[in-house]
């Protein structure tokens, strides 16, 4: 008896140490970046090429934390990647799987890069490694490799798969699987180079220069604080304004409280690669102010870190008296915005519309909306979703991801998952217009790691109230509601 104590308690000590040796994905890419940036030279020029998993959606997760942290850092210089996918259909080579050294070397000659770093993960079990190693492109050198092992936890298994680690997926057809953001790459806009050294200047070249019919060129050299700026150009139409940082990821930030951007009509602003729009916290202003303009979002950039003490709406608000003032968003992040009124990621009424196709809503929070708002000023707004990812918004009320007011939610693709809301309407709380013909909203009885869930103060679950959605007693659904399962507002019977 006392050997079999004795070895239980071993294997318990065992097991515990051994947990404890792995890692969350935050500190695997801290740990990571920390080693390439130890190995090289002050200034080096890296391209991060390809990182190896069974879900492209945890690769480009990992790719594009790891590019953040070594950016964020300034010892070593990352170079841009957009030309990889040209590149690599060239030589014909699929960057889903691993590439030899020698065509590695290549593309980081292509790139014109010093070194390259690429990864892979292997499933151990209970567990996963990662290997991050930096190559020299012109001798092939191993100048670094590390190995650490990862722990299977919800996010991880979320980023996978989309099910919960360590959990068998339900059997039937609400089991969500491989979520993506389905971002949709686009060209870079075309146009006049805006002259200047920076962005004070070249905004104020546009207000002296910018005409009808054309398009310019807003190049972001180095991170920026720049005070509220309005794209506003009296007795001209049609002017589109193109934002984006140049070889690396660009911050802008407010100087002051209030707006950062404000558009009016006749004016398009594209958020394009390389660019983040970073609010403060104690702000009296949303960051982005669509007044009769048109915003498009694309991807490579975001905005983030807005957080509002009045008002609704804290990343972009789509509101005014002018006629138009859309936004399309297909790619981006629009990340951990805080309101203490309505609409943490983005506020819609007045007539407006916000189409979602690609790119992903996250981490925001409001009373009502977490992610995205549809207000009740006159008939409200629009969100047509055909694609991207709501995840990880809350609202202190209803809606953690989607509030429909009123107006009109039309809902053909996308996922809305692990959202959560104080009230009613863990993922979508409807009294407007709703139409669900195609992608997946999470239910919390279906999946208790990720599901959309309605929580309250303790975070004890509160049944009956609408984990993916709630209209009324009658019309709500507790279980996730997959691309196969329609849903309407003017239906007449139960959902669950």
């Known amino acids: 008896m006392k050997k079999t104590f004795f070895l239980l308690t071993i294997s318990l000590l065992l097991t515990s140490w051994l947990n404890s040796q792995q890692l969350a994905l935050d500190e695997v890419v801290r740990r ?31 790719i594009d934390e790891l590019t953040g942290v070594l950016v964020t850092g300034r010892k070593i210089t990352i170079v841009d990647r957009r030309n990889l996918a040209l590149i690599t259909q060239e030589m014909n080579l699929q960057m889903s799987g691993d590439v030899s050294d020698e065509s590695a070397q290549a593309i980081g000659r292509m790139l014109g890069a010093q070194s390259i770093v690429s990864g892979n993960m292997t499933n151990m079990g209970a567990f996963y490694r990662i290997r991050i190693r930096v190559i ?28 919960p680690a360590n959990t068998p997926s339900p059997a039937s057809s609400e089991t969500v699987v491989g979520i993506s953001a389905n971002e949709v790459t686009m060209p870079l806009t075309e146009g006049t180079m805006v002259p200047g050294n920076n962005l004070t200047e070249k905004f104020t070249w546009l207000d002296r220069n910018a005409d009808s019919h054309n398009t310019y060129i807003l190049v972001v050299n180095a991170n920026e ?8 150009y009296s007795g001209a139409i049609n002017i589109t304004v193109a934002l984006r940082g140049d070889v690396q990821n660009r911050t802008i930030r407010l100087r002051t409280n209030g707006t950062m951007f404000a558009i009016n009509p006749n004016v398009t602003l594209v958020l394009e690669n390389n660019i983040t729009l970073m609010g403060h916290s104690g702000n009296t202003g949303v960051i982005i102010y669509v007044n009769g ?19 609704d709406g804290s990343g972009v608000y789509l509101g005014g008296d002018h006629s138009g003032g859309n936004f399309e968003m297909t790619g981006g992040t629009i990340s951990n915005n805080i309101t203490s009124g309505r609409g943490g990621g983005v506020f819609v009424c007045d007539y407006k519309t916000f189409n979602f196709s690609g790119g992903a809503i996250t981490g925001n929070t409001a009373s009502r909306g977490g992610a995205v708002h549809l207000d009740s000023n006159y008939p409200g707004g629009t969100l047509n979703m055909t694609g991207g990812v709501i995840s990880g918004n809350s609202a202190s009320d209803r809606g953690g991801g ?8 039309t809902m053909r693709g996308g996922t809305i998952t692990a959202n959560t809301a104080k009230e009613y309407g863990g993922g979508v709380y409807v009294s407007g217009t709703f139409n669900k013909t195609g992608g997946t909203i999470t239910g919390y009885n279906t999946d208790q790691a990720n599901g959309n869930a309605v929580k309250d103060e303790t975070g004890s679950t509160l049944a009956r109230r609408g984990h993916a959605v709630f209209r009324n007693e009658n019309q709500r659904k507790e279980t996730t509601a997959s691309t196969s399962v329609n849903l309407s507002s003017n239906d007449s019977g139960r959902w669950d």
């Open 32 to 62: 990571a970046a920390q080693s390439v940036e130890e190995s090289l030279p002050q200034g080096t020029k890296v391209a991060i090429l390809n990182f190896t998993s069974p879900s492209e959606t945890f690769s480009d997760h990992v």
């Open 402 to 409: 989607v509030n429909v007011e009123s107006g009109n939610f």
């Open 293 to 311: 303009g048109s915003l498009k979002m694309r991807s490579g950039s975001t905005i983030t870190g807005n957080v509002r003490t009045n008002g």
């Open 136 to 163: 020299n492109v012109e001798t092939a050198a191993i100048q670094t490799q590390v190995s650490l092992d990862l722990r299977n936890d919800s996010q991880v298994s979320f980023l996978l798969s989309g099910s």
């Open 225 to 232: 604080t720049i005070a509220p700026y309005v794209f506003n």
